[in-house]
């Protein structure tokens, strides 16, 4: 039964999750919390990002085109706010290689950023191991759910399709592998290139 009252509380807040994007004008830099990444087939339908429902999917029976997003959940080392942080399959590539070299993606810190600085600009990730002996991360939301609340769906009526292996594989390049393995106790993350190395939508 919900719990009622006439009172306002002393400090209005919420029990869910923000969701980040990566901004245009500045970097984003966060530390993974969970263990894995989650895929989702999205449509964009009636000015907004929603998950395909197909088999009944509205958005599929108005032909509007799917692609994969990849979400994660994260911690803002700065201000210490956990959040979900939203990327698109390509973007999301130097995740499933850390997966592949780590085994999980929890620790792992990265920076997103919008070279070209436009709002729907090509993504670049960059990602380095953090010294967790510094900060204590807090445990993994439940993505699914939360993802719902996000999205105004009941828990159940996601569809989420976790086949990280579906995602294109990626070379990846010397200066890649370099960028991934450095030195733990170096706190600053490399400043992104921009002449498009690296870098994915």
Known sequence: MPNWSTELPATP???GFDLRRTPP????RAIVTCHQLQVCFT???????????SPDCDACRAMSPTRAHCYLS????ATHDH???ECTAAAALPFKDWLATYGTLRG???????PKRRRNAKVEILTKPCDLTKITLPPPPDIPKAMSVIWQLPGAAISLN???DSLPRLKVNSEQTARQRFNPADAQLPTPTTDGNGSHR
């Not at 994260?74 to 080392?77: G, K, Q």
């Not at 792992?108 to 919008?114: E, K, P, S, V």
């Open 43 to 53: 449509h964009y339908w009636a000015g907004r990002t929603r998950p395909c429902e």
């Open 74 to 77: 994260a911690l803002d080392p």
């Open 83 to 85: 959040f979900l942080f």
């Open 162 to 164: 976790g086949a990280l």
């Open 108 to 114: 792992c810190l990265f920076q997103a950023t919008r």
């Open 13 to 15: 807040s919420h029990h």
């Open 25 to 28: 004008d500045r970097p984003l």
